[in-house]
Every structure is written in C-alpha cells, then in structure tokens.
C-alpha cells in the first residue's frame, strides 16, 4: 500500500525507466546501508529503511508497478483490469509521487469535495454527481432503471468495488512462485565433444534464503504491530474512510518484518560447482538440460532447470558438419592421373582411401563410417569426406622438364577450350 506523495522511483534514486535489475541493485545497496542492523538505534534509518523496502516492494513486481504507473498510486484493492481502463480513459497521474485521481468529483455533505488520498497520487471527486451512478438514485427527477444503471454506472461501480474492499482484509499473501531458468554457454574441446567426458563448471545462481526460507519476511511471535492483527489500516480522505491493506504485514495480521539476510528478496546469490557429462558425438550448439539446478523459487516454489549450451571449438585439420568429418588432403599429379590408394588421417587413425583415375582437385571423396558416432543413434556414425588438392612437381632438373615435354605432346588437349566455348 503507497503512502500519500511518495516517489518510489526518487526513494530508490532510479528513473521511471529503470529496468528489473537495476531496481533491484538500487535496493540492495540502500538497504544495506539503512538497516536496522547496520544503524542500532536510529530511528531516521529504521524509517528510511522501511520507506525503501515499500518501494522495492512495488516496483519489483511487474504487476504492482504497472499499476502504480497507472494510477499514480499502489494498494492491492485497485484491480489491474481497471487500472487499465482508468489509464485508457485518460487518467493522468503524472510523475510517480504526484497527484493523480480518477475524473470527476463526489460532492460533500456540506457542498465541498470527498477526497481518496490512499497513495502516492490523490484521488478527487470534486464536481461530480453519483447520484445517477446507483440504483435507486434520482437523476433529473427520475428513477435510475436497471438498464440505464448498467450502461452508465456500472463501470464506475466496478471501479469503487476494486480500489475499496469494504472494510474487509484483502488476502495479500501471495502462492508459490516457480524459480527461473538459467543458461550456460560451454566450450567444450573437439575431442571432448566427439569421445565424450565430464566437463566442470561453477554455476551462479539464487538459493533460497536459509534464513527465511524463501519468503522475504521473518515472523515474531504476536500480531502486526501497525493493523493489530486486523490486516487492515483506515484511511481518511475529506469526510470518507476507507480499510486499506496493512502496508507492514500485507494482510496477513502477522507481526513480519523484512528478512535482514535477503532484504525480503527470499533468495540469495550463490555459486555451486557442477560436472556435466558430455555424451560422445554432442553436436554444437546442442542444449544439455539439468533438472533443478536453475534459480530456486520463492515461497515454496519449485526450482528451475539449468540448460547448457555447447560451443566446440575448432581442430587445425578437421572441420566437422553434423556427424560428417570434412579434411582435405593434398595429391599429386600422378597419383590423381593414374590412380592410387594413399593414407589419410581419421578421428581413429590412419586409413586407406583410393584415388580414382583422372581424379580432378576439389573433387570430394567418402570414407563410409569414418566420422562422429552419433549421440542420438545407437550404432550410427557420420562419414569423412576427403577434398582432394592436387599438387603439381616442380621439375629440378633438364631430364624432369623433357619428360614433362613429352607428355605434354601426348596429351594436346586444351583444358580451357569448354571456358572459352561459354564466353
């Protein structure tokens, strides 16, 4: 619940744009400076402290501050729904901590104006007659019919019933929250990731608060000292008055009090070392997922899963595609015009490949089997595809160059005359 005239933003001295983690930082680092524990004794930094724990407390939740940035003001009676609509309708509620109100005005008893100053924007019903709004009221001299009610009053109705709960204490206290999802990117060796092995990491991420198990708040024994157990405080604006949730307790009634450990976060910042097993034939860019090892929930609830990324790093003479292995392999003039079998390295080894005759450079040729067992496959394997690179003799000698002559006249074919021919 907001109190009047407050700025959230400027108590935690971020701007209205700040993001999730930037709140929370601000937060951390005030906190830590005003609490209680760090100041015995000093009232100034006790209220401090609380006024910071407040505001963290709405603009950490997405849908809190959605509403405060709505209305201008935040109190668990105001629904989302019609935040929405009071903000389409064109609410203005200004810069957080400024007066806002909803538009119109209810006229007093003695001719002047009810006020809702339940929040960090006030609420005036100046100039504004309800008395067309309920059933039974008179407009003009006539009775207010039950259509003409739920055409032109319901939706303000709507909106009185959602920001005033009539005395009775909301049920604030919220359910279980389930932790987020982490995810890690590893670079995992060219032959890790083809034969398989255990890779060792340290792992950040948020345990539940040991000291408050999770749910931000620890509680003494007794009632909350501010509603008396009620869960509710009243609140006056001009001549009404109004319960409100229990800015300390939330509605719970219980004396709580902000865990001095998380600063009412529930979670805490850890590292915890983790071996993750590398099946052989793990692919890059494959995602591991380990159960319950992501950030831990709030309030008791579950614990997120951590997935890890694989980035395989590279090999100076292989170049892997899927479960293919690609090299290539230098062979001479020879060997490629008359054919050959010739060693070529594998991820096993050596093994034999024949060369074909009139094998041309670039031409590609398989080793069946010869490349990553698959990690999704039973008993599947990839291939190696082997690029053949011709190299060409340079001739050392008289004798070298007169036979290179002579097989030169007995092969008069010009190479290029197909280029030539598509000019």
Request: charged share 25%; aromatic share 6%.
């Amino acid at each position: 619940m907001a109190t009047p005239n407050k700025d959230y933003y400027a108590e935690l001295g971020v701007k209205k744009s700040a993001s999730a983690d930037e709140i929370r930082k601000a937060f951390r680092k005030l906190a830590r400076k005003y609490h209680p524990d760090v100041n015995p004794g000093d009232k100034s930094a006790e209220e401090k402290f609380k006024a910071l724990s407040e505001a963290n407390d709405v603009l950490s939740d997405p849908k809190k501050r959605k509403i405060y940035d709505q209305v201008g003001f935040y109190s668990d009676n105001i629904d989302p729904a019609t935040a929405e609509a009071y903000a389409r309708g064109g609410g203005q509620p200004g810069q957080p901590g400024a007066s806002g109100g909803f538009p119109g005005g209810f006229p007093g008893a003695a001719g002047g104006y009810q006020t809702y100053s339940g929040g960090t924007g006030n609420v005036d019903f100046g100039g504004f007659d309800f008395s067309d709004l309920f059933e039974g009221g008179r407009a003009g001299g006539r009775k207010t019919t039950a259509s003409s009610s739920s055409s032109s009053g319901g939706g303000f109705r709507d909106i009185f019933s959602s920001i005033f709960s009539g005395g009775h204490p909301a049920a604030a206290e919220e359910g279980p929250e389930p932790g987020s999802d982490l995810e890690y990117q590893v670079n995992v060796p060219f032959w890790t990731a083809i034969r398989g092995g255990v890779m060792k990491l340290n792992i950040a991420r948020r345990d539940v608060c040991g000291n408050c198990h999770g749910n931000g708040t620890i509680e003494a024994p007794g009632v909350c000292p501010q509603c008396h157990g009620k869960g509710t405080i009243e609140q006056t604006g001009g001549r009404m008055k109004f319960n409100v949730t229990c800015p300390r307790c939330h509605g719970t009634g219980k004396n709580v009090s902000t865990c001095p450990v998380c600063h009412g976060e529930g979670t805490v910042e850890r590292t915890d070392p983790l071996e993750v097993r590398i099946k052989a034939g793990t692919r890059d860019g494959q995602r591991i997922r380990i159960a319950g090892k992501g950030n831990a929930g709030l309030r008791g609830g579950g614990v997120g899963d951590l997935y890890v990324i694989i980035r395989i790093g590279q090999h100076p003479l292989f170049r892997r595609e899927g479960d293919d292995i690609y090299i290539t392999v230098p062979v001479t003039a020879f060997e490629a015009a008359l054919g050959s079998k010739i060693d070529v390295p594998t991820i096993d080894g050596r093994s034999t490949l024949k060369i074909p005759p009139g094998t041309q450079s670039g031409q590609k040729l398989r080793l069946r089997e010869k490349g990553v067992p698959s990690a999704t496959k039973e008993g599947a394997r990839g291939d190696e595809i082997v690029e053949v690179q011709i190299t060409v003799p340079m001739p050392r000698d008289e004798k070298t160059k007169e036979l290179l002559r002579e097989l030169a006249k007995l092969n008069p074919e010009d190479p290029r005359a197909e280029l030539w021919g598509k000019v």
